[in-house]
């Protein structure tokens, strides 16, 4: 594909385009898009022109330009998240239920907790997390579980910093999140009191892909600071063992 003077490829320019947007910027002109993805405005007006023509950006009735739900289809299609999502969902709710507290999914994603599911309740206690956004790996209950699984060079990584707080409690010493992913290996759960928000606990558990096999995902919920989670892990537990059998079994046509 042809490069643009700087080098850069024109899917590398597509995909600069399209990280323009975001849960707070939903909606913006060809000019934000432009300026955010630091492309000359008629490099932006054109490239937006095509993706609109193509369905991956819709523009709405005043002009402005969101993400298309073309491009949200081409996604969702026999992607690994939809099969985990799907799978994943009736035990979700299930917690839910039983908890009446919020309950995500989440996978590991280019060294962040990408959350592929939230289930709420709307007297539950203040939650961050959104679907399809992203929490640090060392600070969300979610993160610390894949972190504890992940590769032996991404926790170097990560243990080599920087490790920002984003909560009164997120761990941001290196030998303390290394004792802490050790713990969490060992019990089979992350429990993150204070690690985002100073009113919620975070708890989440792994989610392997088979009874044996890798961790693929987090099951979480975020519970007020004050509430007992006995019960929270044991449900959690319980869910996430139901969720590994039935991913061993072939997908139902
Ligand atoms: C967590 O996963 O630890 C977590 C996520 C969102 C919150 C609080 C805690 O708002």
């Known amino acids: 594909m042809a490069n643009s003077p700087s080098g850069e490829s024109v899917t590398q320019r597509i995909v600069r385009v399209l990280e323009t947007f975001d849960a707070d910027r939903p909606v913006q002109t060809i000019a934000e898009i432009s300026r955010r993805g630091e492309l000359p405005p008629s490099t932006g ?29 081409l996604a969702q299609r026999g992607s690994r998240a939809l099969r985990l999502r799907q799978i994943a969902l009736p035990h979700m709710e299930h917690v839910q239920a039983r908890l009446r507290e919020h309950t995500q999914l989440a ?20 939650n961050i997390t959104r679907i399809a956004g992203r929490l640090p790996l060392h600070a969300s209950s979610s993160g610390l579980v894949l972190l504890a699984h992940a590769d032996h060079a991404l926790r170097e990584r990560m243990l080599a910093g920087p490790l920002t707080a984003v909560g009164p409690e997120t761990v941001t010493d290196p030998d303390e999140l290394r004792t802490a992913l050790e713990r969490i290996r060992r019990d089979g759960v992350a429990i993150a009191p204070g690690s985002i928000e100073d009113v919620s606990t975070g708890i989440a558990v792994p989610v392997r892909d088979g009874r044996t096999g890798p961790v693929i995902a987090a099951l979480s919920v975020v519970i007020p600071r004050a509430a007992p989670t006995a019960g929270a892990v044991d449900e959690l537990r319980s869910a996430a063992v139901r969720i590994s059998a039935q991913l061993t079994q072939p997908p139902r046509t």
């Open 107 to 126: 996978v590991l994603e280019q060294d962040e907790a990408l959350f592929l599911e939230r289930l709420s309740n709307p007297r539950a206690v203040s």
């Open 45 to 73: 007006h054109r490239m937006v022109a095509d993706l609109v023509d193509s369905g991956l950006l819709e523009r709405d009735d005043a002009g402005r330009i969101r993400l298309g739900l073309r491009l949200w289809e």
